[in-house]
Structures are given as structure tokens and as C-alpha cells.
């Protein structure tokens, strides 16, 4: 089994579509209210991944095009977890079915270069860390947390000045079968790092 690029619509972890690149179909969609405090964050899964409509339009204020990207509703997914923040922390998570706190899935384990990290136990009973990039100049990675660090996948900020690339989730083959849970610890650790730099 290969491993899968999966590009975001939206440069947000809480509000986007992410877009399988070999297939160009959705295969997650997450959506957050905008609220000041107790927002809930929905993931939902496209099975079958979705195909997308492009309607593009020309921006006449600036002279670029606005890509406007919808999900064929006959393709439905289902959800898959809720987060539930209070005040920029996540402080109760519903995956498939179980109820847990961010504390007790996904404990901080410390700090690398000034920046901190998330540990989580996958499915395989392995457990996982999430390494977040200085900044937001550096990959944030997902790795094995033993000697080896073993590179699971691997996010890639967006690049709004050089070449105009939009942010994108790496995941190796060994991560495919665990995906879900990628997703679900990536977007809290996302979320979490732009909170502590103040990037929303």
C-alpha cells in the first residue's frame, strides 16, 4: 500500500477540505463554527472520496481568479470525531464513538528547540509523537516515538510568497491504515501551535 498527499483547500485546520492529489477527490472535510469560545470542530470522511466541483470566477478587484471548492452531495460522508475547545484548548474529543479529553489522547511530552510536542498511542498500539516546526518555517512531523523516529507523515505549511503552494499532509504507507487518527491528533496540534504564536 503506497502512502497518499492529501492538499488543503483552506490554509486553516479547523475550516477545509482536504483533497487527495492523486485522485483530486475529497477525502476529509472539517468544519468549525466561528465563535469565540466552546466552538465544536466536525471531521467528516468521504469513504468514497468525493469528487470536487471547480467554479472559478475572475476576482475584477485584483485581477486573479477565486477557485470556489463544493462537494457533490451525493457523495455523503460521515462523521468521524468531534473536538470540543474551550478558550483555544481542547478539552473533550468524541472519536468513533469514544470520549476522551486531549489530556488523556494526545499529552504534551515536553519541549524540542522552544517548540512543544504531542504523544498518542495509534491503533497498532505504537506509540506516536508530533514534532511541530520552529515557527512555522520547519515540517511539523509525525514520528515513532523510539530511537528510530521514523517519519510517518509530514505537514508542509503553505507558501503564500514563493511559489503559492497550498499547505499539504504527507503520509508515508505506514501510516495509511491509521489515517484517521492522523488527521484527528493533526488538527489539534495545528490548532494548538497557531494559538501559541498567535495565527489563527
Same mark, same amino acid.
Given at each position: ?8 483547500? *483552506? ?17 476529509? *472535510? ?7 469560545? *466552546? ?162
Amino acid at each position: 500500500m503506497s502512502g497518499c498527499t492529501l492538499r488543503f483547500e *483552506r490554509n486553516s485546520p479547523l475550516r477545509t477540505t482536504l483533497v487527495d492529489e492523486a485522485t483530486r477527490r475529497a477525502k476529509y *472535510r472539517i468544519e468549525t463554527p466561528v465563535k469565540v469560545a *466552546r466552538s465544536v470542530t466536525r471531521i467528516t470522511k468521504f469513504e468514497s472520496p468525493t469528487p470536487l466541483h471547480r467554479d472559478e470566477e475572475a476576482d475584477s478587484g485584483c485581477g486573479k481568479e477565486q477557485n470556489k471548492i463544493e462537494t457533490e452531495s451525493h457523495e455523503a460522508g460521515y462523521e468521524i470525531a468531534r473536538i470540543y475547545w474551550k478558550w483555544f484548548s481542547p478539552n473533550r474529543i468524541i472519536f468513533n464513538g469514544k470520549v476522551t479529553t486531549r489530556r488523556e489522547s494526545l499529552p504534551r511530552c515536553g519541549k524540542l528547540k522552544g517548540t512543544r510536542s504531542f504523544i498518542f498511542t495509534g491503533p497498532d498500539g505504537v506509540q506516536y509523537r508530533w514534532a511541530l516546526g520552529a515557527m512555522g518555517l520547519d515540517p511539523s512531523k509525525l514520528v515513532t516515538a523510539d530511537e528510530k523516529k521514523t517519519v510517518i507523515a509530514e505537514f508542509h505549511h503553505a507558501q503564500h510568497y514563493i511559489n503559492k503552494q497550498k499547505a499539504k499532509l504527507e503520509v508515508q504507507s505506514a501510516g495509511i491504515d491509521m489515517l484517521d487518527y492522523i488527521i484527528l491528533t493533526f488538527v489539534i496540534v495545528e490548532q494548538t501551535r497557531r494559538e501559541r504564536i498567535g495565527c489563527i
